[in-house]
């Protein structure tokens, strides 16, 4: 967190106005070789429908998609999509939704994300059965 001087980052809601923090995501999600192409799918066609008002604007749902990571060549039946960004705190539910809207799609996908919040908590997100099982794991 120490290379971005985040402390400048605000954002108004009901008319006050709040400090930004970040939080580091890193994941990944398990599927199959065929399953890829429906998850790019489902990713892209979800950035360009998605609303969240004021607070999120389309240039940082752009920016947080980069993060997603996909193979360039896919090795023998399983395939590993990753997420790695520090995304300010109340973008996460939209990488929480993405992966919900995956899993309406595509149920027998497994995953797991690890999320560091910058006061030292950190969680885990658990992709199992079609659901995001969430835990503290400080």
């Known amino acids: 967190f120490d290379t971005h001087n985040h402390n400048m980052d605000k954002y108004i809601k009901n008319g006050v106005c709040y400090m930004a923090k970040y939080i580091s995501v890193r994941g990944w999600i398990e599927c199959d070789n065929i399953q890829i192409h429906t998850i790019k799918r489902i990713i892209s066609n979800y950035e ?4 969240f008002g004021s607070i999120i604007d389309y240039e940082s749902i752009k920016l947080y998609n980069k993060g997603w990571c996909y193979p360039k060549e896919i090795i023998n039946w399983t395939t590993c999509i990753f997420y790695g960004a ?13 992966i919900k809207e995956i899993l309406k799609e595509i149920e027998e996908i497994e995953g797991m994300f690890i999320l560091k919040y910058e006061e030292g908590e950190r969680r885990c997100w658990k992709i199992v059965d079609a659901q995001i099982i969430e835990k503290i794991i400080n």
């Open 48 to 51: 360009l429908r998605v609303d």
């Open 86 to 98: 520090d995304v300010k705190e109340y973008c996460l539910d939209f990488i929480k939704n993405e």
